[in-house]
């Protein structure tokens, strides 16, 4: 669980945004574009289904919690038929605080809905190493721990008082480690990345050994044998599961690690360049650029002095 908690370390998730949602009644839809943000709703009352290209219907019941990256589209539906509204153009057109959606009284539904926010410097490990969808239904054994901390965060957005900077954002942390705690237990064929990586008995000792040693200079060999598998058969694994391959895992890992450094301005790029395994500080410096895609001096925090 250690990782999880690096992870969480280099998200830096900042803040949630609470008070939107929606109250929808009789047919209707909602559609979200692709914007790479991780979102999360909670359904209060009535049930609908989430709809995204390429991928099974989810049908979301009452009290039922998702978090959803946007790295595709989806929509909130009543019916998959129905024309679902744009909700940016909802929301821009509209002069209610919360959007009502659909026409009459039957079948109510009360939807309300966040953003999650994190460090933009390491915001692609959304994107490469967690799911795209965690579904934790109303029965889950997390989900009272999740709503009680949510509950917590939107009284401390309301009524702050004294260190509530600090609250919120500890609070924040709390809720996306109760999430991922949560769908760590579950089992999924359709998500890939690190916490499924987690869940796997052959992947799961390889990702711990390189996460507790990130400087060793690991061969698919060394991780197919901690894994107790034969290196082919590793490999294939952890690529299934995970989504990348060992080493491209480790040198992400080291990126987003490097990416951390950086910005703090504290260590000098040489000393970044050794802690995270690399022989030379130009040999850290063309990696990150070829990864990267900018030099690691154009990272670094342009308030903070730091060894060059």
Not at 151 to 165: I, K, T, V
Not at 222 to 235: I, N, P, T, Y
Request: proline residues 5%.
């Amino acid at each position: 669980m250690d990782i999880m908690l690096d992870l969480i370390r280099l998200l830096r998730p900042r803040a949630t945004l609470f008070g939107a949602g929606f109250d929808a009644f009789g047919e209707w839809g909602l559609s979200f574009r692709k914007r790479d943000d991780l979102l999360f709703c909670r359904i209060e009352r009535g049930e609908c289904q989430l709809v995204r290209p390429g991928y099974a219907t989810r049908h979301i019941k009452k009290g039922d919690f998702v978090l959803i990256r946007t790295s595709t589209p989806f929509t909130l539906t009543s019916n998959g038929s129905v024309e679902p509204v744009d909700s940016e153009t909802a929301v821009s057109v509209s002069k209610r605080n919360k959007l009502r959606l659909g026409s009459g009284e039957g079948r109510p539904v009360t939807l309300h809905a966040g953003k999650f926010v994190v460090e933009t410097a390491n915001e692609a490990l959304l994107t490469g190493l967690l799911p795209q969808l965690i579904h934790i239904a109303a029965d889950g054994p997390s989900l009272g721990r999740i709503r009680s901390l949510l509950a917590m965060n939107e009284m401390e957005a309301r009524e702050p008082g004294p260190a509530s900077e600090f609250i919120i954002l500890r609070l924040v942390e709390l809720i996306l480690v109760e999430i991922m705690r949560s769908h760590h237990l579950q089992e999924s064929r359709e998500n890939k990345g690190l916490l499924a990586g987690l869940s796997d008995k052959i992947t799961e000792r390889a990702l711990a050994a390189m996460h507790r040693d990130v400087a060793r200079n690991w061969t698919v060999a060394d991780l197919a044998e901690l894994s107790g598998v034969s290196r082919s058969k590793f490999a294939t694994r952890f690529r299934k599961v995970v989504g990348t391959g060992p080493i491209e895992y480790l040198l992400q890992w080291r990126m987003a690690l490097a990416k951390n450094e950086l910005q703090a301005g504290i260590k000098s790029v040489s000393e970044i360049a050794f802690a995270i395994g690399f022989q030379s500080s130009s040999a850290f410096s063309s990696a990150f650029t070829r990864e990267v895609g900018c030099p690691p001096s154009q990272l670094r925090h342009p308030n903070r002095v730091g060894p060059t």
